[in-house]
């Protein structure tokens, strides 16, 4: 298996993730979206393909299959 590009270190391997977007303003959540990921570090890379169909699903040719709520806490005071 390949070695990741970020920490050189760990092998990586290709899984379905669940990936959080912001797009203008608004956060949308895709799910299975196929990726590698380090299996030391955790970083997750997606192929120019899976990028751009990510992109046109989300600015509208894609339909949402559900909606979430959730709770946005400020880290800096």
Same mark, same amino acid.
């Given at each position: 298996?390949?070695? !990741?590009?970020? !920490? ?29 990921? !380090?299996?030391? !570090? ?36």
């Amino acid at each position: 298996m390949p070695k !990741c590009d970020v !920490c050189r270190g760990g092998e990586t391997r290709e899984e379905l993730v669940d990936e959080m977007f912001c797009i203008d303003g608004q956060y949308v959540m895709v799910d299975g979206v196929p990726a590698v990921v !380090c299996g030391q !570090c955790g970083e997750q890379t997606f192929s120019r393909e899976t990028a751009e169909k990510v992109r046109l699903m989300v600015h509208g040719e894609g339909k949402a299959v559900r909606s979430l709520s959730v709770q946005v806490f400020r880290f800096a005071s």
